[in-house]
Nanobody, 123 residues
Framework: QVQLVESGGGLVQAGGSLRLSCAAS????????MVWFRQAPGKEREFVAG????????YYAVSVKGRFTISRDNAKNTVYLQMNSLKPEDTAVYYC????????????????WGQGTQVTVSS
């Protein structure tokens, strides 16, 4: 079992930055790939970024590539999402999830999910 708790969301102006954190409980954190998804009102859950178990491989959605950076610290059981140059269209609830893939956009394959953190970008 892995429990995930996101933090770091908030309100920011367009062009600003936020860093999301996802803290995991359980001794098996380092064996999982970790991903970030987001969901805006009325829209489907959307893949944002993923990182493999060691942190050596990452994958990004086209919409965030070059602006967002995913990283992890296995000693702290935490995965991060650094978001720069934020746009109003980045507004959504952001979720972290754990699974065996770090690049699949299908949310159904991820086993564990956090409760989400709201990110709002004003224009």
């Amino acid at each position: 079992q892995v429990q995930l708790v996101e933090s770091g969301g908030g309100l920011v102006q367009a062009g600003g930055s936020l860093r999301l954190s996802c803290a995991a409980s359980g001794r098996t954190f380092s064996s999982y790939a970790m991903v970030w998804f987001r969901q805006a009102p009325g829209k489907e859950r959307e893949f944002v970024a993923g990182i493999n178990w060691s942190g050596g491989s990452t994958y990004y959605a086209v919409s965030v590539k070059g602006r967002f950076t995913i990283s992890r610290d296995n000693a702290k059981n935490t995965v991060y999402l650094q978001m720069n140059s934020l746009k109003p269209e980045d507004t959504a609830v952001y979720y972290c999830a754990a699974g065996t893939s770090y690049s699949s956009s299908n949310p159904r394959i991820y086993v564990y999910w956090g409760q989400g953190t709201q990110v709002t970008v004003s224009s």
